[in-house]
């Protein structure tokens, strides 16, 4: 499926790790505007195909494209450095283990990007930042360092860091797996405000009420390959591959 609309295109895209091939060609697109959530058991390759997005993993094989910028892996001559950061300025990404600098206060962190990378004036990227900070409930804490913060709130500057850069694409590698189970609300309510907002984001997560809620599309990854891809209420309610069936009953039978 090719879309003029098309924020993200993958074309036939692989990852090998020496022998082990852990993507073995992936097609998928992803609208301006809409969210995606990648679900699938441990291993599938969700988290390398969310890594190959932003170039955190040069793929092996196959075509990437993030707005205007297509890149191909299959030649004998790969992307040129300046090309790789060209993507990945296009990209946002929030971690699961949150990264912020531990020795920079929050508002540090937020602004270090935009000031550092884009060179930004630094008045300017404190505005930015702190406009940031309250929309993710965190204008009180600019001045703390990450170690006075809970796992939720040390995400929700995560979450404000990458959107300082205004990438044209979020990613989210499990952004509530690290949390205990009473701060995830609060970063799952953050990251549907960005949907409701109309921002391209691309989530790998274990929470499926949650991809439920916030996707417009959600795949199902297996031995690094996509084997079910369709709205959450067709994925969740009517999937076509057994081995959906068979991941959403063990999902049920664990809850």
Sequence with gaps: MTSSNAMLEMKQLTKS??????????DLTLEQGKVLAIIGPSGSGKTTLLRCMNLLETPSGGTLRIGDLALDFGGAQLPKQGQVLQLRKKTGMVFQAYNLFPHMTVLQNVMEGPVTVQKRPKEEAR????????KVGLAEKADAYPHELSGGQQ??????????MEPELLLFDEPT???DPELVGEVLKVIKALAL?????VIVTHEM???GEVADRVILMDDGRIVEEGSPDEVFHRPSSERTKLFLSRLQTQA
């Design 17 to 26: 790790f020496g022998p082990a091939q852990v993507l073995k060609g992936i």
């Design 127 to 134: 505005t930015r930042a702190l406009e940031l900070l309250r």
């Design 155 to 164: 995400q929700r500057v995560g979450i404000a860091r990458a959107m300082a």
């Design 177 to 179: 797996s690290a949390l």
């Design 197 to 201: 907002e109309g921002r391209t984001m």
């Design 209 to 211: 009420k949650f991809a």
